[in-house]
């Protein structure tokens, strides 16, 4: 039996967060009786550690003690577990938004490969899946209480319309048509899908449709396709007009006198233009060269091939714009708009002109009513002269609050839609040459001389440019 003066050389400790306890064991003296690993239970029982206790640890302790007259010091017997939370749930899309397209340029005797965007779905092809959320496992002092991990949330199947849930596995969804996916208003829909399997001309007619259009062919001159969700064309435009809410995808170019028009709320991505219109609320990519064209983009326009032009015509960008060359050696004139667009800012002067108006009255009102109060505690008869009169300005005041009220929530929402929080810029990663306009948010700067790998932004009014720095 071990001496009870042995025993008093046993000591354990917990950690304020109670997550680890310790053992110390003083050295011991010439003449010592031998421990054994159930003293340190005992110990360990009366200072209230019970959970993940080291077996294996205790008994190397107590054979250094006993074998070779070494002590312990803070030897780590216990180990709280950390709570393990619960990840919440996700949604994944089943639809291959990367699965690739051969598309022929125009010389038919080279094939590239591009991502379909709008890539075809079959009735009862699984659209959704929802994986659950991950187990969460609770954790544990070492004194045995429990701490709760967090759970993790479900995700709700998303309502997407021409879909249904599987009656096999209700976490899956499935596709109620055959149709197209794309990417609509900035979330995933599904609609109905129209192929023209040749050119859109005197064969077919306009095209107008209630879903995506896919051409396979061209688009020939005179013609109009228009679109609620979507249209991809894999061969080229001429002077016809394009018309959706959804994105617009060209796999050949837009060519023609300038006649043709492509008018978007989302995005368009085209291999090459000139001469034509493009107008999207989205951005603007372009493949290779943009040539005469008017392009307008409430997003970024940005041209992708390194070693193409941008040249001729005018491009506006609310966010900026990116390129390999701008304008020409020729010294063509190329107009370049980029952050708050002239006409937009010229309204939003009109509103907080009007609305510094109506605060101006309001705030003449208010000293009326003001000198009104004032009366009352000159002469009660002089204040009662003044009731009527009180009376009908802060009506007036009223009626002109509510119509600043009204006027700077129309202005607020006007603002945050045509406008950016980010700094607008423009971006030449090779030349820029004379002939060149810059407007930045109405401030004008013309190119004088061809600079290279230039960066362009607004500073304090003044169009300036630095070098940009190419990791």
Known sequence: MTDASTKDKISCSIAEDKMLARLSIEEPGEERDKIAPQDILDELERTGIVYSIDKDIIKIAVDFYNEYGQGESDAVVAKGTVPVNGKDGRIECLVDFSKPVVTFLKDKKKEYKETDRMPAVAKGAPVFRIVPPTKAVDGMTVTGEKIPAVRGKWKHSPKIDNTEVSKEDPKILLAAIDGCAVWYSGRFALFPCRVIKGNVDNTTGNISFEGVVKVLGDIKSGYTVEA????????????????????????????????????????????????????????????????????????????????????????????????????????????????????????????????????????????????????KKKSKGLFQKFIGKMETVMEAKMNLDMQLDELEKKRNVFVSHYTTNEPSTLKVFESCYPGVVLSFSGFSRSIEKTVTNREFYLDKGDVVDVMINRK
Do not use: W
């Not at 006198?257 to 085209?270: D, H, L, M, P, Q």
């Not at 010229?346 to 003001?370: D, H, M, P, V, W």
């Open 228 to 375: 609620k969700a979507g249209i991809a064309v894999h061969g080229n435009i001429e002077d016809a007009h394009l018309k959706t809410e959804g994105d617009v995808t060209v796999k050949g170019g837009f060519n023609g006198t300038g006649k043709g028009t492509i008018e978007c709320s989302g995005k368009v991505e085209v291999g090459y233009v000139r001469n034509q219109s493009v107008t999207a609320m989205g951005s603007i990519f372009i493949g290779g060269e943009s040539i005469g064209a008017r392009l307008y983009s409430r997003n970024k326009i940005i041209v992708r091939r390194k070693d193409v032009v941008l040249a001729g015509g005018s491009c506006y960008a609310l966010q900026g714009i990116e390129c390999a060359s701008l304008g020409a050696e020729s010294e063509i004139t190329t107009e370049v708009s980029v952050g708050l667009d002239p006409a937009v800012r010229k309204k939003i002067e009109l509103f907080n002109a009007k609305i510094s108006e109506l605060r101006t009255r309001s705030n003449y009102y208010a000293g009326q009513l003001e000198e009104i109060e004032k009366s």
